[in-house]
């Protein structure tokens, strides 16, 4: 089992039964703050290993990372950053956006910027040693998989670090990383699925 965390279709966007409602919803909330619309994503075809599109299956227990992220000096602020949402947005916010549109779980959806995120994951990536062998783009479970293989203990070697010791809280750290420089770099909004 296990949730995933994607990046958004432009016709998951603009589907009634999908993400349309969330869409109108963060449009008027937006325009409501005065805020510039987020644009919707653009179409494109998926080419493997491009960076193009995001996949991650987060099937790892979370509480040491839950725990990491409380330990931290801000670490109410940096629990939010990490896991307080539903929706990752491309665009600088002053705070989370609460939507009244339902998400996974509750009746509302929490949209966050990725700068905010970006910048609570790299301070536990800083703080972890991420490898540099961990996979730049995750478009098909990539991180998932990188974790799950042989390759955790070759870069165990030549990387050591934190990190090896307690590889669910770097798995999220490095999802999260992953997710807000997709978001960034694709202006592109991710959810959860």
Known sequence: MGIYLVSIASEDWDDEEVLKPTARALTAELTRLKLPPLMPPQPHDFVPGSGTTFEEKLNRPMDSFSTLCRTQPDGQDHTDALLGWDLLLPISLPQPI??????????????????????????????????PQIPAYCDNLNLTNWFDSTQVQRAAETRPGSWQDNLDAAFYAAVYLRAAEHSLRNACPLHYT
Do not use: F, I, K, M
């Not at 509302?108 to 990536?125: E, F, G, K, N």
């Open 98 to 131: 609460e939507l009244r549109v339902p998400s996974l779980h509750p009746d509302t959806t929490t949209a966050q910027s990725a700068h905010t995120v970006l910048a609570a994951a790299q301070t536990l990536a800083s703080q972890l040693a991420l490898p």
